[in-house]
């Protein structure tokens, strides 16, 4: 503040550390202010169901089964009647690994 006094390491640190706990105090609070305000705008509604498969790595060899499976786990996540969907051909999808994870692999090869 003035010309003639210095700042010492001590004093430095002191303040880098109160601005630090000021800024995380900050974020804290507009932390729990999102969590008000969407607490505040879903209070109203009910919470959709939550739909959890497990995929077996064994080979299905009843395709019918497999068909009332998917089309069962399809109606669940639409929230329809599973009579009302359609299941007319189960193929797989050639390559289970996402381009992204190819890419990654590639690069860490290279």
């Known amino acids: 503040m003035f010309a003639h006094e210095t700042i010492t390491m001590g004093r430095a640190l002191i303040v880098c550390g109160f601005s630090l706990v000021v800024v ?7 932390s729990y202010m999102i969590d008000l305000v969407h607490w505040l705008l879903t209070k109203g ?9 497990e995929v077996s790595e064994a080979p299905a060899k009843d395709t019918t089964a497999d068909a009332a499976i998917i089309s069962a786990a399809i ?3 639409l929230g329809t009647a ?17 381009p992204w994870i ?9």
């Open 24 to 30: 995380f105090l900050v974020l804290l609070a507009i």
């Open 102 to 110: 190819q890419s990654g692999r590639l690069n860490t090869i290279q």
């Open 45 to 53: 509604q009910k919470k959709p169901a939550t739909l959890t498969l």
């Open 75 to 77: 109606a669940a996540c």
């Open 82 to 98: 599973a009579d009302r969907i359609v299941v007319r051909s189960i193929r797989r999808v050639a390559g289970e690994e996402t």
